[in-house]
């Protein structure tokens, strides 16, 4: 990976020592030509004929975010972020009294919001599966807890408030075998390194552009398998779900593009495209080696420092890094870290309640760097924790 070229093509770079992609990732030139592009096209023909005009990139980004998950074009649909995406998934399935939706202790705060609204409603049960040793979802007690009133397992692959990756495919193993619906929450992972719903075997997928794949804001999507298809009911219809055939009747739309809606912002389309081409040329192994090992280096720096120290659970953990300085609030770890141009964000407690009633370790300062960052920005970024550190124990 030539890191010198990639970061010549990242305007950000040149501006920050970038380590929220977790957050958001920086936008490459050409993604963001792309897209600016495509909003001077809009303004001097108009939006209609501008997306006429594009119609063969704007059906690419589809085959594109395909390949990248391992699926075919006809089971994805686009949406504006991640979390409509998991909703018109989630809320497309039935749930009746005595149900169980299984999760775990890592499940994203609006997944779990969700599915605490859709019990309440329909009687369903929400049952938290226990992490093992490593900290991770324990694969041996999601087998055991899963009987006949399972009716959707729904797990985060990577947390947003912590390195941890859970191990999806032992998870999908379970799931197959029992015929219970998976819902894997990827919006981590994707982008960061390999995700292939065949090799993890889960029904849904769901994810941001904006994160580790480096697309645009307001941009997410879903697959769905072709078999779990006939079995989600889209919440909403509207004309780009269904076709109305008869003054009373309507056929849904084949594949996964009736969960999606009419309109969208295709300037965003078109970027996602160009940024999920981009991750497809470097490779995901590449790019999830070297952010792999990037988070490791800074993990490794940090606890190196006395007075600091990292809450990353899990066997197998990622490019995000969760710490905490002694004695420094974690939002002052942040503006501080701001003051020297470096970018950060703190875990909300409440963003991850489960984690927070069992561990009580939030706020904790979030690093995610990627393929881009250098050993040299990590090192910037241990600095100025060591001199917070050094500051905040004058005991
Ligand atoms: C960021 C995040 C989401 C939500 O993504 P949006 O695009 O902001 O809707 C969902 N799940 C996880 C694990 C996340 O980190």
Redo the contacts with the bound molecule.
Sequence with gaps: MDVTALRRETPGCAHRVHLNN?GAGLLSRRTLETMTAHLELEARIGGYEAATERTRDIEETYALVAELVGGKARDVALFD????A?QAAFYSLAFGPGDRILTGRSE?G??VLAYLQVAQRTGAEVVVVPDDEHGQLDVTALANLIDERTKLVGV?H???GGGLVNPAAGIGRVTRSAGVPFLL?A??SVGQFPVDVHAIGCDMLTA?G??FLRGPRGT?FLWVGPRMLDRLEPHVNETAASVWDGKRGFTWREGARRFGTWEMGYAGVLGLGSAVRQALDLGLDAIGERATALGAALRERIDAVPGARTYDLGRERCAIVTAKVDGVAAADVKAELTRHGINVTVTPPEQSLFDTEDRGVHPLVRLSPHYYNTEDELDRAVDVLTGLARRGQPR
């Design positions: 977790a972020n991640a979390t409509h998991w994203y609006s997944n985060s990577v947390p947003t929450d919006t981590q941001t904006r994160k997410g």
